[in-house]
């Protein structure tokens, strides 16, 4: 913020004269607003001019602790012989500390501060998820809707049977990364996974793989998680599940309403009749 005594910028509001000698009556209010301590109240920095008829602003340095770098602005308006003051605020100047900006929890939220036992609620309307009646064959992406055919897709059955690659992993060797998996930081048996409330084989974000490892393992999908881009157990879990919904009724609790004296009222009313 710039002194108006020492330059004027054309294109600023004048100030009316009557309004530029009211500094003393702002510095009253902006003191009274410093909880009464003048010494919170430092020296008139500029006046400007506001957009509607007779106002206009005097702004001072705050000497307030924690303010480094902010100011009083003081809101001053009326015609000649009855001005007033209309509004003490502090605003920040530009090299003043200040707050950053807000950002809603879902977009702060990183995969490594999930913790066993935490929970990370899913929106309602996450657009990572669909149901699962919608979601095609990667094969029939292409094909218009009345030729797609229900079942496995020809790529899937044809990497499957081992169509394209020289040689695929025998039963031994599946079986060893199996074990190898389920044993890992990803399994049943992780810290994670046991502090759960659901498991990985029911999130939407989960991803099986093909083949006969199919039913026990996915990757998982969810980027906001420790797990995303992992081979997980499907019996594994984690607080990120795709049917933790977000809460919005009321955190405190109700309790039921009791009538303590409803057995004396009763027998009252039965002994008049």
């Given at each position: 913020?710039?002194?108006?005594?020492?330059?004027?910028?054309p294109s600023e509001t004048p100030v009316a004269?009557?309004?530029?000698?009211?500094?003393?009556?702002?510095?009253?209010?902006?003191?009274?607003?410093?909880?009464?301590?003048?010494?919170?109240?430092?020296?008139?920095?500029?006046?400007?001019?506001?957009?509607?008829?007779?106002a206009a602003t005097h702004y001072f340095a705050a000497d307030k602790p924690g303010y480094r770098g902010w100011y009083w602005a003081v809101t001053v308006a009326g015609p000649e012989g009855d001005v007033n003051v209309s509004e003490v605020v502090?605003?920040?100047?530009?090299?003043?500390?200040?707050?950053?900006?807000?950002?809603?929890?879902?977009?702060?939220?990183?995969?490594?501060?999930?913790?066993?036992?935490?929970?990370?609620?899913v929106e309602e309307d996450d657009e990572r998820l669909v149901p699962a009646h919608a979601v095609?064959?990667?094969?029939?992406?292409?094909?218009?809707?009345?030729?797609?055919?229900?079942?496995?897709?020809?790529?899937?059955?044809?990497?499957?049977?081992?169509?394209?690659r020289p040689r695929v992993m025998s039963r031994e060797g599946r079986l060893d990364a199996a074990v190898r998996w389920a044993d890992g930081d990803f399994g049943p048996g992780a810290d994670m996974a046991r502090a759960a409330s659901a498991h990985c084989g029911t999130c939407g974000f989960y991803l099986p793989v093909a083949g006969s490892l199919r039913a026990?393992?996915?990757?998982?999908?969810?980027?906001?998680?420790?797990?995303?881009?992992?081979?997980?157990?499907?019996?594994?879990?984690?607080?990120?599940?795709?049917?933790?919904q977000v809460d919005s009724g009321s955190i405190i609790a109700v309790a039921d309403l009791v009538y303590d004296d409803?057995?004396?009222?009763?027998s009252e009313l039965a002994g008049r009749s």
């Open positions: 913020m710039h002194d108006t005594h020492d330059t004027a910028d004269a009557h309004l530029a000698a009211a500094g003393d009556l702002a510095r009253v209010a902006a003191v009274e607003t410093a909880d009464g301590d003048a010494a919170q109240v430092g020296e008139v920095v500029a006046v400007r001019g506001e957009d509607v008829p007779d502090l605003l920040p100047g530009p090299e003043s500390v200040v707050a950053p900006s807000w950002v809603p929890w879902n977009e702060r939220v990183r995969a490594e501060d999930l913790g066993p036992g935490d929970l990370l609620p095609l064959d990667a094969d029939d992406e292409d094909l218009p809707s009345d030729e797609v055919v229900p079942g496995p897709g020809v790529r899937e059955v044809g990497d499957e049977l081992g169509m394209g026990a393992f996915g990757v998982c999908g969810n980027g906001n998680v420790p797990a995303d881009g992992r081979v997980v157990h499907a019996e594994y879990g984690c607080g990120g599940h795709s049917e933790l409803g057995v004396e009222m009763d």
